[in-house]
């Protein structure tokens, strides 16, 4: 058999083999792999892993220490006699508070509430603004011009004046809708700090779909017959993914710090629950005399909202290294 | 432009339109009948008082008549009565609205300062030990909760100092410039350094940012070429090109700390709209924070309006959207 020149269909089977011994990398493989070099978010990682298991162990440290997060010890125990709170010793690491609670258990059942309305609330705004954002950006014409409306609306709105407002109202009256009872209370938080920050997520996701429909695979999808929302589910989400993650690592911080922010108010998390942001402002009128009833609730909140920003931007130069990083 | 603007403007109107609906479910709807009435009246009212409240306000009337009712007295510029103070809300924000201004204008002027003088310096010299240093602070301060920072800011700078027998700064508190220019501004200076330093994080890396895309475009290259020092073309020809994301983004925060620093006013306990706000609603003193809701939606709506018309004017692109 007479060999003739290489064909092309042997060209592309020799490069096939090569490609094969390089191994294809997704995106997400790349990113992973450029976040594990990141030490500065690999240190941020270990911190926020370590604060999710301190929230989880709260009952162990409350065991070994033998104080539970409620229990208020007299004095001469839990406060001086004058009925101040005790400075920090080898019973209280961390001092008393104020009615003779120990700090550290505080502290520790303090980092439940935050993680969990931190996660939670930016799940629910990550469920709204990623289906508000698909929804505009890939139907377009007019759901696009109500829902881009929607969006200018929500982002006018002073948040911390309506959530207190809205905190307070239900405070005094349960807001009843059908079954669902709305009261003062972790649920509530939830849902304000969600419904003030899906927004922005619905603006980036948006501003993503608009760029991705008008792509060939789109068009191919939709002449083979597939439905809108197959196609918005299988060919345009997958694609929005990396911001919206993105987005969301960096909104738990922001969540964390409304929540603390209702409570120092007095409209969070009612007492005597655990939380950073009513300790802080149960603090307040004794940082003259118990700097570490202030200071130990304050060093929880900026670490656990530092760890989760320095994570969230090496999160976001992971998935795009060209991004010029703020941390460089 | 007039075409824009017209647009624009419309819009803003559609916003507050929609801002007083959702006031209005709020506390008119969600808390039910009844709720409304009381809570004016205050806790010790007879039910007498409360029935004529309720009919004063039209609250007996459906709810078409009552939402009518209460978007023409604010298209009228009435805010409503404070029972609990026994004064108009509108005389009760016009006294807070100094305060909340002599703070909002102070800290944006250091924070612009220092987040984009913070922001060029990392830009120029990218991954030097300045930018990282400046970068981490900035990110330190982004991650500090304003009451954190202004309660620690209390604990070191006002207690430690006047313990020591330094007492620069008060601990609280508000003095009119009126009464006093040199007590205003000594009364101002945490509150002022709290604000800034908290926002200006935000602002150093958003000049950062922006100035290392706009020292990699060719009229960089071309300025250099043409021999120009660095200083001219860092600040004439880079910054002013990367102030524009800058610029809006101020824009848009000073719009929304003039209906209220809430917090920064709360630690401090400066007299402004955000603590007559969270006063208002310890005692559920319903015209008050139906009315600071009101005015800080507008401040944010116009600064929005303010933004967009003067980004259209700088680029003519944005017109066409």
Redesign the interface.
Known sequence: MLKGPRSAEDAWEEETEQAAAIQGRSPWQLAFARLRHDRAAMIALGVVVAIALVAVLAPVIAALTGHGPDVQYLPPIGTTIDGLPKAPSAHFLFGTDDLGRDVLVRVAYGAQVSLLVGVLATLLAVVIGALVGLAAGYFGRVVDTVLA?VI??ML???F???A???A???S??P?HIGPIVLQQGLGIVVIVIGTFSWATVARIVRGQVLAIREKEYIEAARSLGAGSWRIIVIDVLPNVLAPIIVYATLLI?LSI?AE??LS????GIPPPTADWGSM??E??PY??EA?WF??FP?LA??IT??A???LG?GIRDAFDPRA?G??? | MTRFLIRRLL?GA??ML??TV?VYL??YV???TG?VAR?LAGREAPPQTVALIAHRLLLDRPWYVQYGHFLSQLLHGNLGYDYYHDQSVNSIIAQAFPVTLSLAVGAAIIWFTIGVLSGVA?AVR??SLL??GA??T???F???????LG??M??LLY?QLTVHGLRWFPGSGYTSPTQSIFEWFRGLILPWLTLALVSAAAYT?LT??AM??VLGEDYIRTARAKGLSEARITFRHALRAALTPVVTQFGIDVG?LL??A??TE??YGLPGL?YT??QA??N?DLPV?IG??IV??AA??CA?IVVDVVYAALDPRVRLH
């Open positions: 409306r200018d609306v006018s709105i002073p911390l004046l309506f207190i407002s809205l307070s109202v239900v005094v009256t807001i911080p710090v603390a922010s120092y108010l007095g409209v802080i402002s603090a307040q940082y003259q700097w202030l200071v304050c909140l900026i909202t530092l989760f920003n320095v931007d010029t703020t941390r460089a | 819009l559609f916003v929609c801002v959702i709020i506390f969600g808390p039910g709720y809570a990392s990218p991954r930018d990282r970068t981490f900035a990110l330190v982004y991650s500090m909760p304003t009451f954190v309660l620690l209390l604990e207690y890396r950062r940012t290392l895309d929304s209906g209220g809430v917090i709360n630690v955000g706000a969270v609603i310890t559920q924070i600071v809701v800080a939606s944010v709506v929005n």
